[in-house]
């Protein structure tokens, strides 16, 4: 009795509960995703549901701390995570990465206690979708030549500038924006900002075509006179900039996990679409597209 009981309280070894993840995660993407992704790619949308279904399988909260009310996974179980996803739709995907890996990721890294307080069980819970704001049209993703301003003025911080194709910019409820004090300073400039929705002088300008990632809400974000309280600042002054290179860093693994969703699937077509008896050619390219599907796996 003593050793059964010590045998079910024990904690769960990391890797059957990343093997957990990946099973759940999986039969979620067939069972709820896939039957709906089409129709999101036809229309280039995705409905509200979507962001209550991944927080039901508290998906949004994966790499969130306990304490917060996230999971608090590691970054293997998060891309075991992603790669199911994408297998079913890379929007849904995206919209996880970007929600964890930018958004949530540099707040549990670098916010005050009550930036903490503020975001993360929102963000762990669902009811707030987090975004990633450096994009810019001039000068894309290049930190260091950042157009988007930041001025002190009356004990508070006034940005002015716009963003581009931001994921999850309409729907976000907070974006972690960055602008600089002095476009001449470079990276020495630039800080972050955390700009809740419906902040006055911030809004969602339009949303822009895609070819590929459709569902996914790609935005341009406009800040005009965009009045923010000295605590919006993420880190210090000047610190923006190692705060999105350090979110990206950890973005990247994110996107690749993605990425090899998306090549999973494609070679689940190609094994599908196969006649019953195929041609030496065509179980040559079967067998080289899954050598380098696994060998991918294997980074």
Known sequence: MGSEATTS??????????????ERTRQFAREWIEPRARG????????????????RQRLLGLTIPPEYGGSGADTWTLAQVLERLAFGSLAVATLVAVHLSVAAAPI?????????????PALAQGTMVGAFGLTEPAVGSDAQRLQTRYRRQDGKFVLE???????????????LT?????????????SAFLVPQNTPGF??????EKMGLRGSETMELVFQDCELPLEALLGEEGQGFAIAMDALEGGRIGIAACSLGVADAALEALRTGLPTDPEPWQRSILARSFVEVEAARAL
């Open 178 to 190: 960055f602008a600089t004090r002095d476009p001449s300073l470079g990276a020495r400039g630039v």
């Open 108 to 120: 549990e890294a670098r916010g005050t206690p009550a930036q903490k307080e503020r975001y993360l």
């Open 203 to 208: 809004v969602s300008g339009q949303r822009l």
């Open 9 to 22: 309280s024990a904690p769960r070894s990391p890797d059957r509960e990343r093997s957990s993840w990946r």
């Open 40 to 55: 999101w790619d036809l229309v280039d949308d995705m409905p509200s549901e979507v962001v209550r279904e991944l927080a």
């Open 161 to 175: 500038g716009t963003k581009m194709f931001i994921t999850n910019g309409k729907s976000a409820g907070v974006v």
